[in-house]
């Protein structure tokens, strides 16, 4: 069955972005250009997103086409169909990575926003964590885990640096 993988960072206080959905800080991060994450593109064949970052992604990389070996899901609320290269869905992430699982392919990358990570940590459906820590203190923004009605414990697979960007690398306790 397909893992369903979130890869990301954060600041060390616990925020995807600031409120603005800046993610400067983590670009003046040194690092970043040194982390693994051609090692992690290999494994994924589709992403899931929320409409922000999506946005916020096509932004950063000049509105250039998001991943276009991957299948990428954009959710929303308002929107739905295919754009050159987004398909955008009103339904759950729940919902979507059920669906997903059970399909033929690689992995499947939680690329954010937190209240999906949320949804689907309360699910029981993220089976890996690659969570880079960036060693600034941000205040205020966008939290990684929003409150809500989940707990879980992860067992530490590596602990990896790239100058001063931390990576965790978690994997979702076996079920027994």
């Known amino acids: 069955m397909r893992q369903v993988q979130f890869y990301g960072a954060i600041s060390l206080d616990g925020y995807l972005a600031t409120r603005e959905n800046e993610m400067q800080w983590l670009f003046d991060t040194k690092g970043g250009e040194s982390a693994n994450t051609a090692e992690f593109m290999v494994q994924v064949d589709t992403t899931?997103?929320?409409?922000?970052?999506?946005?916020?992604t096509k932004k950063l990389m000049n509105n250039a086409p998001l991943f276009p070996d991957k299948t990428n899901y954009v959710l929303s609320r308002t929107r739905q169909g295919k754009e050159t290269d987004a398909i955008y869905t009103r339904k759950s992430p729940v919902t979507l990575v059920q669906q997903l699982r059970q399909r033929a392919g690689a992995n499947i990358w939680i690329v954010g926003g937190g209240q999906i990570v949320a949804d689907l940590v309360a699910a029981d459906l993220i089976d890996a964590w690659w969570i880079q820590?960036?060693?600034?203190?941000l205040r205020d923004g966008i939290r990684f885990f929003p409150k809500g009605d989940y707990a879980t414990r992860l067992d530490v697979v590596a602990v990896k640096q790239y100058d001063q960007l931390m990576e965790l690398q978690l994997r979702r306790r076996s079920r027994p």
């Open 48 to 56: 899931i997103m929320g409409r922000k970052t999506y946005a916020v």
């Open 133 to 137: 820590v960036a060693p600034v203190l």
